[in-house]
């Protein structure tokens, strides 16, 4: 059986689709978008712990799903932990497998465990690499002063004047430029839309899409806006 050379908090971060499944058929596909054939299986979950938002946790649990092997094929019956990423979502879900290990009670323990850990990661992460963190309030939205393009993938920014309450990272006058994207489609849908008299703790970033002048930030991750509530949290893992 393949298992995976990485570490479980690599492949639980790299993969959108983190399950536990039961081989039900091999060199198979449930999708009729995916031929079957080789390097191919279909795989009963018994048990999610990470999936995209379009399907969600719950959504996964307990359906047949087509995963496209990336290494050694399992046997009948085998039961799997699924480290994977969508290809395709049809009338059923086929995905591309990362790594799979042998599904063990302690294995699954631990995946509970750093997918648990992940929304701390994610945060860490951005707050890395943010250039200022700042509690605020979004005094005003506005269209946006940066020339957008008007593609289908283009962010279609708006601009939001926060008025900062304090910085906890970085230097800033006492208003911000926050440009934020309103289009629905990806890569920008999950992106945070912000609204008059919203307060909360801005994680920002400059803006790289459309090369925007240096006084315009941008909030473009779902984890950029917190509520002030975990303005104590964000304190605690700033690093000095």
Known sequence: MATATKG??????????????????????????????????????????????????????????????????PALGDKLLVFANEWLYGVQIALREVAHHEATAQAEKEVEK???????????????????????????IGPSPVPDGFSLRSPNYKLAVVRVVSILKGKCGERVNVLFPTNPAPPWRTAPRLKEHQNAVFILRHETALKAPPQFLTALDPGDVHSRDALSKIKSLLKP
């Open 114 to 140: 750093v997918v648990e850990r992940l929304p701390i990661r994610h945060l860490e992460a951005r707050l890395d690499g943010a250039v200022l963190v700042v509690d605020g309030e979004v005094e005003s």
């Open 8 to 73: 479980l908090d690599g492949l639980v971060e790299e993969s959108t689709y983190v399950f536990k499944a039961t081989v039900t058929q091999l060199s198979a596909s449930n999708e009729p978008g995916v031929r079957p054939g080789p390097g191919l299986i279909v795989a009963h979950v018994d048990e999610a712990f990470r999936a995209s938002p379009s399907v969600g946790v719950s959504g996964l649990r307990g359906r047949d799903v087509t995963i496209q092997l990336s290494g050694g094929a």
